[in-house]
């Protein structure tokens, strides 16, 4: 056949793209007819009589209806395998029965049983063979139609020979790359032949097979990949001075609806820290499943999330809480989008307004509130302590207090590794917020708990998303200081241990979850620069400006001094010091009066409150003694508490 034979085909094919469901119905139902004749001739029935035609007539239609009703005609003819034949066997095992025992009560004849399941038999055949014909007919043009071949033919290698790189290569194929072979690491697929591509060798051979086979682009096709594979194969990349790209991950085919086919770069938050923790969900959603939930801040990074996650969970009400209006706006139409059926309200207010804040609680009584709404940018809160004392500090004790008044049952407040020795104004905020809210739980029957975390990648204002804009503007990319370090977590972990908090915790309590190593900026900075210009070709400098006011150059998880409780979670610390300090009320008093004087020492006032309040709780030393500006190192709980014993003894 001709090349233009051959495109005319493949236009008629894309053409019936819409209708293709009715397209494979029909054919299977004009197979199913030739399975059911032949059955018929096959057990000598007389072919023209009319009893044995409403045989056949019924026996069609129970098969038509069953295998439409059982997707029969989803299962893709192109990439057609072994276990989709499997697939397509199963449910014609039921279509074969289920008509048997149909025409057996309607004609009580053991004959007409035997023509049923002979014609199952035979249309199981005839759909396998029509769709293997199909598959291989397919792989053929794939292979030898110059006219697949668009004249840019760019030359890509496929990291990854199991399915999902074996549908790839057909999907690439068509598209006009000219894909040169496979690399896995699995000895059982060394040169191997799949699509009629060859395995050419391991993950480690990337660069010389780049270069002997002039690749373009590395595409790496492994959906299950882990942190650790995914960063040694872009290594590899890195080193053959080759574009890559990936498929998505499988937490993004199924909690983000992506196509397991949709390319796209490899980001930063692929390969930054160690694998993600999987936390129990069964007993959170027992917990949020048709409750009244609220969450403040919901149009911020983690409070976005936090609503789309609990509506997952199906509750009764959700109240979004938030200042932006511009942020409220988005998250809504999103949630409304995603979510036709859930009961929102979407309610802009300050958690400072004490009467809005009393209006919200009385006309929809949440039952369990999530309070994400804070600032959190270090050098700005330097600049401006009284607010931050105003909103972390005034607006938690206020929709603290008022969740006590109305009955609330669950208080779960985000907070910070910066509270922890806290040397910024904000670390210093939110370390008073999370004192206030212990010693409410020690007086109220609210239960409180706070979740500490690191730095949440991609979220607004964090150092990924400025270097991203950095590197857009085509840097440099600026560094506080070549050894400062952080912990870093994804913004869907977060999520997850808020609301683990929420289900799981005690009143009073603290979780910080395992973060894994720390990281050093600098080499994040340089990982970012080789993600976006894998070829070098951009030269794209960092600058080192120097600490700003109120940074620590080493973050830390943990003060000796905090009484730590294993948690029954692997992974997730527990700290409980419920403290119901008698100054509290009195220096929070002194501090009220500061933020409302022109003079006053604000952020002075407020760290000595914090000071002298972890002082008379014993939290006063970092855990490592001999460098304070080591952060401690990646922990589980039981680790954590042997070393404390260790240390105490």
């Given amino acids: 056949m001709g090349n233009r034979g051959v495109g005319f085909i493949f236009k008629l094919i894309e053409g019936l793209a819409p209708i293709r469901s009715w397209v494979v119905l029909t054919i299977d139902a004009i197979l199913s007819l030739f399975a059911g004749s032949f059955a018929i001739l096959f057990l000598e029935f007389a072919l023209f009589n009319g009893r044995n035609v409403g045989v056949l007539s019924l026996w069609f239609v129970v098969q038509f209806v069953l295998a439409g009703f059982l997707r029969v005609q989803k299962y893709s003819w192109r990439l057609f395998s072994a276990r989709d034949s499997y697939r397509l066997g199963k449910s014609l095992l039921v279509v074969g029965p289920a008509s048997a025992v149909m025409l057996a009560m309607t004609y009580r004849d053991i004959e007409i049983v035997k023509f049923s399941i002979l014609a199952s038999f035979m249309a199981f055949f005839l759909m396998a063979t029509a769709r293997l014909v199909v598959r291989l007919a397919f792989d053929s043009v794939v292979r030898t139609s110059s006219i697949i071949r668009k004249e840019t033919g760019k030359r890509v290698l496929i990291v990854g020979a ?32 799949i699509n009629g591509f060859k395995v050419l060798g391991r993950s480690c051979d990337i660069e010389n097979l780049v270069k002997g086979f002039r690749v373009d682009e590395v595409i790496i096709a492994i959906p299950s990949i882990s942190k650790s594979q995914l960063k040694k194969i872009t290594d590899e990349c890195l080193k053959a001075k080759v574009q890559f790209r990936t498929l998505p991950s499988i937490k993004e085919i199924l909690d983000f609806n992506q196509s397991p086919d949709h390319l796209r770069e490899v980001k930063v938050e692929d390969l930054l820290g160690r ?247 600098y080499d994040l900075a340089k990982r970012m620069i080789d993600l976006a210009d894998p070829m070098g070709q951009k030269n794209i400098q960092i600058e080192v400006t120097g600490l700003r006011p109120g940074e620590k150059l080493k973050e830390e998880i943990l003060w000796e001094g905090e009484d730590l409780i294993a948690s029954n979670i692997d992974h997730v610390s527990m700290f409980k010091n419920i403290v119901s300090i008698q100054g509290l009320e009195l220096g929070l008093s002194k501090l009220y009066r500061c933020i409302h004087s022109t003079s006053g020492q604000c952020g002075d006032e407020l760290k000595a409150l914090v000071n002298t309040i972890d002082a008379m709780e014993n939290i006063r030393r970092p855990l490592t003694k001999k460098d304070p500006e080591v952060a401690y190192p990646a922990f589980s709980s039981p680790a954590v508490m042997a070393r404390v014993a260790n240390q105490q003894a």
């Fill in 162 to 193: 199991g399915r999902g790189g074996a549908s790839l290569s057909q999907k690439l194929a068509l598209e006009g790359y000219d894909v040169v072979g496979f690399v896995d690491d699995s000895w059982a697929k060394r040169k191997m032949q």
């Fill in 275 to 521: 694998e993600p923790i999987r936390l129990d969900k069964a007993l959170t959603r027992s917990e949020i499943k048709d409750q009244t939930i609220m969450v403040t801040g919901a149009g911020g990074s983690i409070g976005s999330e936090l609503c789309r996650q609990i509506l997952e969970f199906g509750p009764r009400s959700l109240i979004m809480f938030e200042r932006s209006e511009y942020n409220l706006f988005h998250i809504e139409r999103e949630l409304r989008r995603r979510f036709p059926n859930a009961n929102l309200s979407a309610v802009i207010g300050d958690i400072c307004d004490e009467v809005a804040l009393d209006r919200v609680f009385l006309k929809h009584r949440p039952k369990i509130l999530y309070h994400t709404a804070a600032y959190k940018h270090v050098p700005l809160m330097e600049e401006s302590p009284r607010e931050a004392i105003v909103n972390n500090v005034f607006g938690t004790r206020g929709l603290a207090q008022a969740a006590v008044k109305f009955g609330v049952a669950k208080f779960v407040m985000i907070s910070t590794d910066k509270a922890i020795r806290p040397l910024s104004v904000m670390g210093y905020s939110k370390r008073l917020a999370e004192i206030i809210t212990q010693d409410l739980a020690a007086k109220s029957e609210t239960s409180f708990m706070s979740v500490r975390f690191g730095n949440v990648l991609g979220s607004s204002g964090s150092v990924v998303e400025i270097f991203r804009k950095q590197l857009a503007e085509g840097g440099p990319l600026s560094v506080t200081d070549a050894e400062a370090r952080r912990f870093f977590m994804t913004t869907p972990e977060a999520v997850e241990l808020v609301l683990h908090a929420g289900s799981h915790g005690s009143n009073g309590s603290i979780y910080m979850l395992d973060m894994g190593e720390s990281v050093k900026i």
